[in-house]
């Protein structure tokens, strides 16, 4: 069964402090790796899609790489404006639906 | 460009009620997607739509049902609700191509007295 699990489930950073968020996947056959922010009360927005291990894709201060089990995203030097839960999804060559994980809320101070 | 757009933004129904929320997609895309996100977990798919054909179907009960139009917008019927059924529904089009990224709506708050 296609599976997504990220942690932490909540990740509290000092402005500039930098980190990485897991996204662990078990799926039949990859199609894409998505990462979407999501702020209270709106609707996941896209960030990045991966396709294959090795790949790694960056904008601002968030980058994101992919192996054949996980995914990382890594905020270097996040700003309070960062600050929103960060959910990874997998789509499946079977289908095109996508699988989410629970997301990982991230909370920056000043 | 507009992005996707859903309707309406907040709902409240009662037990057994019915209700249908709508989606546009984004112009150009010919593919819907429906997912329900209850509080603290990531959405969960419920249905894919593609040139009004049903393409995929998570795992929900029959009460949950839709259909797409030949614009591309779609309705999501739930009949009989329940007290579980409060969730925030989103909506995501994409235009299939190589890339398949789905882009969401801001989604309809459905909360069920």
């Known amino acids: 069964e296609d599976q997504v699990t990220q942690s932490p489930e909540a990740l509290r950073l000092q402005e500039g402090e930098s980190s990485s968020l897991n996204c662990s996947y078990t799926?039949?056959?990859?199609?894409?790796l998505f990462w979407y922010r999501q702020d209270p009360g709106k609707g996941p927005e896209f960030l990045f899609t991966l396709y294959s291990a090795g790949e790694e894709k960056e904008k601002e201060r968030l980058k994101a790489t992919l192996t054949k089990k996980e995914s990382f995203l890594h905020i270097t030097a996040p700003k309070p404006e960062d600050s929103a839960t960060y959910l990874c999804?997998?789509?499946?060559?079977?289908?095109?639906?996508?699988?989410f994980g629970q997301g990982t809320t991230l909370q920056v101070k000043p | 460009d507009a992005g996707v757009t859903q309707s309406p933004t907040h709902l409240i129904k009662t037990r057994g009620q019915h209700v249908t929320l709508r989606c546009s997609p984004i112009s150009g895309h010919k593919s819907v997607s429906w997912y329900q996100q209850v509080l603290g977990q990531g959405p969960q798919f419920i249905f894919q739509y593609y040139e009004k054909e049903e393409r995929g179907r998570g795992n929900f009960p029959d009460r949950f049902s839709a259909r797409q139009f030949p614009n591309y917008s779609s309705e999501l019927n739930v009949n009989a609700l329940l007290l579980g059924d409060s969730a925030l529904y989103l909506c995501?089009?994409?235009?299939?191509?190589?890339?398949?990224?789905?882009?969401f709506g801001a989604g309809t708050r459905l909360s069920v007295l």
């Open positions: 995501a089009s994409s235009s299939r191509d190589r890339e398949n990224i789905q882009y």
């Open positions: 999804a997998v789509s499946s060559s079977n289908t095109g639906k996508l699988i």
């Open positions: 799926v039949s056959g990859l199609r894409g």
